[in-house]
Each structure stands twice: as structure tokens, then as C-alpha cells.
């Protein structure tokens, strides 16, 4: 079964400063991977997404993340953060034939010091 | 262009209850899935419906239910309603159904909370 693990639930950063979320994942089939954005009360925006090709994709609002398969991950990154970046991160993985099933990890929650 | 709509963004219930929350997907969108977010379990994925048909479903119990109609908007049902029912029920719609490369755009959710 597959299986999404975000190991930070809470993050804080001070503006202006880099950010990395990690994500790690656990599938047997070549995985769809994808960063998703919640700002409070709201539904979820899609960041960035990979499919295959470049593992280095680039997404919205300045943010990029890394495919390594040999490590499992997918780490989003940001060089520098605005106070209003401060949401939930949810990294989610699927497949080709999973349709809009897709498996969530646990979400890190960013907090960012002015 | 108008987003996903969820209807109603709030919705108060009590235990044994009935609900069926609403979802107008994206013009031109016909594929509409479902996902439960809590605090304990996170997001989860309850079912997608494409062309009125039920494509793929998760591991809830047969108390969640689900529909679409011609013009591709969505309901969804939970009977003898629980205290763990309490959630943010998510729907996200999508061009077409199969491959997952399509962005899926979500809605705000409808926040259901079992009293």
C-alpha cells in the first residue's frame, strides 16, 4: 500500500529566509507526485507537480522541489519565504491509473517570523 | 471562470442524523472526487465519479454514499451520522477521468460538525 510521510509537522522560518519541506513516500508503481498548498478555511492549491522527466520541477509562487527515487522523496523548497507562505504543505502521491486517488501525508504546518 | 462550489460551507448535525453536502464542479469538468480531512486522519480519499459512474472508492464505511448527476455535479451522503463524522469534506474536480497528469482544483470544503 502506499504511503506518504511529511516528518515535520511544524515548521517556522523567518521571512526571507530558505525552506525546505520534506516528504517522503512508499509506492510500488512508478509514482505521480504532487505539493499541495492550504491556507486556513480553504480548499487545497496545487504547488507543483511530477510525472517524469527533469526531476527538478518548478511550481508557483517561487517554489521548486526535487524527485530523488533512490531516497523516496520529494522535498519542496522555497529560497525565500513571504509572511504569506505561512500555510499547511501536503505532499500527496498517485498513479497513472489511480484517477484522483490520491494518498496524503500528514501535512506540515509553516509558520513564518517576521 | 467560477471554481468549485461546495455547498453549504457549514453545517451542524447530531449523532443518528443524515447529510448530504453538494458540489458543482468546474464548467466543462466531469470527473468529481471526495476527500475527509480531520485532525486525526488527515486527508483521505472517500470516492470519484466520472459520467455519473462511481470509478474509484476508498476504505469508508457503506454509511458514505455518493452520486453524480447528468450536469456533473456531485452529492454525497452520510447516513446515522458518528461523532467521528465531524470533518472538512473536500470535493475536487478535473477535465476528464483516467490519467492523473490534469490539475485537480478543490473546492473550500463544507465543515461538518456531530454534535
Redesign the interface.
Same mark, same amino acid.
Given at each position: 500500500a502506499q504511503s506518504v510521510t511529511q516528518p515535520d509537522i511544524h515548521i517556522t522560518v523567518s521571512e526571507g529566509a530558505s525552506l525546505e519541506l520534506r516528504c517522503n513516500y512508499s509506492y510500488g508503481a512508478t509514482p !505521480?507526485l504532487f505539493w !499541495?498548498v492550504q491556507s486556513p478555511?480553504? *480548499? #487545497?492549491? #496545487?504547488l507543483l507537480?511530477y510525472?517524469s522527466g527533469d526531476t527538478l520541477v518548478q511550481g508557483i509562487k517561487g517554489f521548486e522541489a526535487e524527485f530523488k527515487r533512490s531516497q523516496s522523496s520529494f522535498n519542496l523548497r522555497k529560497p525565500s519565504v513571504h509572511w504569506s507562505d505561512a500555510a499547511e504543505y501536503?505532499c500527496?502521491v498517485?498513479? !497513472?491509473?489511480?484517477?484522483?486517488? #490520491?494518498?496524503?501525508? *500528514?501535512?506540515t504546518r509553516l509558520m513564518v517570523k517576521p | 471562470k467560477a471554481g468549485v462550489t461546495q455547498t453549504p460551507r457549514y453545517l451542524i448535525k447530531t449523532r443518528g442524523q443524515q447529510v448530504t453536502l453538494s458540489c458543482s464542479p468546474i464548467s466543462g469538468h466531469r470527473s468529481v472526487s471526495w476527500y475527509q480531512q480531520t485532525p486525526g486522519q488527515g486527508l483521505q480519499f472517500l470516492f470519484e465519479y466520472f459520467s455519473e459512474t462511481q470509478r474509484n472508492k476508498g476504505n469508508f464505511p457503506g454509511r458514505f454514499s455518493g452520486r453524480q448527476f447528468s450536469n456533473s455535479r456531485s452529492e454525497m451522503n452520510v447516513s446515522t451520522l458518528e461523532l467521528g463524522d465531524s470533518a472538512l469534506y473536500l470535493c475536487a474536480s478535473r477535465r476528464s477521468q483516467g490519467a492523473t497528469n490534469e490539475k485537480l482544483f478543490f473546492g473550500s470544503g463544507t465543515q461538518l460538525s456531530v454534535l
Open positions: !505521480y !499541495y478555511g480553504q *480548499g #487545497l492549491q #496545487l507537480k510525472f501536503f500527496a498517485g498513479s !497513472y491509473n489511480a484517477g484522483n486517488m #490520491l494518498t496524503f501525508g *500528514g501535512g | -
